[in-house]
């Protein structure tokens, strides 16, 4: 239960709740003072029950771009060295860059964070792939 306690402005008068606002108190206008209620913040325990959920899993837009998820659950990425510098490469060099490899088991667990709904499966439980 929160409190609620009141805390009055610069003057403070009697007066029946019908004229507050402006009135006449010996001949002269006084404003009559505001009454605003003032809410204590509980720090128990008890105040912050129901709040125990978990925030939202929010997928990481730049690597959602970067990464595709295969049907198996491996995590395919773009191979590097074929953005730039590359009129000292060779043709071939640059051939065998292309296309697209996967991830190493050790940045798997960073994948999964940042794609949480992706359906990614950890090396050893993907599937093998049969094709005949």
Do not use: W
């Not at 507050?20 to 204590?40: H, Y």
């Not at 105040?47 to 295969?70: D, E, I, P, S």
């Not at 490899?101 to 090396?123: E, T």
Request: aromatic content about 4%.
């Amino acid at each position: 239960m929160a409190s609620v306690a009141f805390q009055m402005s610069s003057l403070s008068l009697s007066a029946p709740k019908a004229t507050l606002g402006r009135s006449s108190f010996g001949g002269k206008q006084v404003r009559l003072a505001t009454i605003r209620p003032v809410q204590k913040i509980e720090t128990s325990i008890e105040a912050k029950q129901g709040h125990n959920r978990a925030g939202k899993l929010k997928t990481n837009k730049a690597a959602a771009k970067r990464f595709k998820v295969t049907g198996t659950g491996k995590v395919m990425r773009r191979q590097a060295g074929k953005q730039h510098l590359l009129a000292k490469k060779s043709p071939s060099r640059k051939h065998s860059l292309e296309g697209e490899c996967a991830l190493v088991p050790g940045d798997y667990n960073n994948a999964i964070g940042q794609l949480p709904h992706s359906g990614i499966k950890k090396p050893g439980n993907q599937k093998k792939c049969t094709k005949p």
